[in-house]
């Protein structure tokens, strides 16, 4: 009995644990449909951590090319995503240093709103 508690401890000791807010991003990334001008890349081990390119098609940024990196914290989704322009642009939506600031992604976060919205708001 007492060899298979100690088999039992190692066991758990050995399996890797998996946060909520990694099967979360992995889930919500699995359920993505493409957006029209948007391309997302990501390892398939490491969710967390995505990869965006924002091409828009019309507008005062018609035809031109934006990079953005979302990195999801430990707190996902009770906490949203953090979103970082890495092109320097002019937008009321982009502070100096790159970060994105929508409501959505601050006072009117809710645990409930996928990365798929998030994307097509961005």
């Known amino acids: 009995?007492?060899?298979?508690?100690?088999?039992q401890k190692t066991q758990r000791s050995m399996s890797p644990s998996v946060s909520v807010a990694y099967i979360r991003s992995k889930r919500d990334l699995e359920e993505y449909e493409p957006i029209e001008g948007v391309?997302?890349?990501?390892?398939?081990d490491n969710p967390m951590h995505i990869d965006l390119i924002?091409?828009?098609t019309e507008g005062f940024y018609a035809n031109g090319e934006f990079k953005f990196?979302?990195?999801i914290t430990e707190e996902f989704p009770n906490k949203s995503p953090e979103f970082k322009c890495l092109n320097k642009i002019?937008?009321?939506n982009i502070d100096?240093?790159?970060h994105v600031c929508l409501n959505i992604l601050r006072n009117d976060w809710k645990p409930t709103l996928s990365l798929?919205?998030?994307?097509?708001?961005?």
Do not use: W
């Not at 391309?39 to 398939?44: A, D, G, M, V």
């Not at 798929?116 to 961005?122: D, E, G, P, T």
């Open 54 to 56: 924002i091409r828009p």
């Open 69 to 71: 990196t979302c990195d």
């Open 39 to 44: 391309t997302i890349s990501y390892e398939n």
């Open 1 to 7: 009995m007492v060899r298979l508690r100690k088999l």
């Open 90 to 92: 002019y937008h009321p």
């Open 96 to 98: 100096l240093e790159g």
């Open 116 to 122: 798929q919205l998030v994307f097509a708001v961005s």
